[in-house]
T-cell receptor, first 117, second 109 residues
Framework: SAVISQKPSRDICQRGTSLTIQCQVDSQVTMMFWYRQQPGQSLTLIATANQGSEATYESGFVIDKFPISRPNLTFSTLTVSNMSPEDSSIYLC??????????????FGSGTRLTVV | RKEVEQDPGPFNVPEGATVAFNCTYSNSASQSFFWYRQDCRKEPKLLMSVYSSGNEDGRFTAQLNRASQYISLLIRDSKLSDSATYLCVVNDAGNMLTFGGGTRLMVKP
């Protein structure tokens, strides 16, 4: 079945800098999503990455802070801009209807553990 | 009020026990439902989809009650390897997933 590769798996960054996270799927998928999971909490959707158009952001998240690219049907990036310690979190990409999956459902990348110091 | 609510636990059970988790959701227009499992420091992984007719996968049984807007997961004959956080996930229209806060299960020898 298809595989999602997310990198980096972890990073420690200085406040005020930016980090770009990459998500690569080895098959074409329609929908790609970016989630955040803060320590001890569940997942919150940041945005839907749309191929060929601007991402759709959820309440509380803005493009200037979390710019997203989706240049094709297999790849997306999320940038965490001008980071502060409050951005320390796990960031996960997700796709739906992964080709070859035994179950309908959403599959997640392995996540990027970000620590801002 | 949270859109998807779960008892955070932890549920501490001995090996071989049967344990049940419930989850309630607030959006009556929700269309599909899932249970995910998340191990410590790992990404969530789909455990099973939940259908109105109920579905079973080995030791795991999921039920959906649309009238009462709750979802359940039953684990029979618990194994040590079942220790994890179980996330109730609801898919509203437009492919938006809403996650419950998760229920932590610890199975002990």
């Amino acid at each position: 079945s298809a595989v999602i590769s997310q990198k980096p798996s972890r990073d420690i960054c200085q406040r005020g800098t930016s980090l770009t996270i990459q998500c690569q799927v080895d098959s074409q998928v329609t929908m790609m999503f970016w989630y955040r999971q803060q320590p001890g909490q569940s997942l919150t959707l940041i945005a839907t990455a749309n191929q060929g158009s601007e991402a759709t952001y959820e309440s509380g998240f803005v493009i200037d802070k979390f710019p997203i690219s989706r240049p094709n049907l297999t790849f997306s990036t999320l940038t965490v801009s001008n980071m502060s310690p409050e951005d320390s979190s796990i960031y996960l990409c997700s796709v739906d209807r992964l080709p070859g999956a035994a179950n309908y459902g959403y599959t997640f990348g392995s996540g990027t553990r970000l620590t801002v110091v | 009020r949270k859109e998807v609510e779960q008892d955070p636990g932890p549920f501490n059970v001995p090996e071989g026990a049967t344990v049940a988790f419930n989850c309630t959701y607030s959006n009556s227009a929700s269309q599909s439902f899932f249970w995910y499992r998340q191990d410590c420091r790992k990404e969530p992984k789909l455990l099973m989809s939940v259908y109105s007719s109920g579905n079973e996968d080995g030791r795991f049984t999921a039920q959906l009650n649309r009238a009462s807007q709750y979802i359940s997961l039953l684990i029979r004959d618990s194994k040590l390897s079942d220790s994890a956080t179980y996330l109730c996930v609801v898919n509203d229209a437009g492919n938006m997933l809403t996650f419950g806060g998760g229920t932590r299960l610890m199975v002990k020898p």
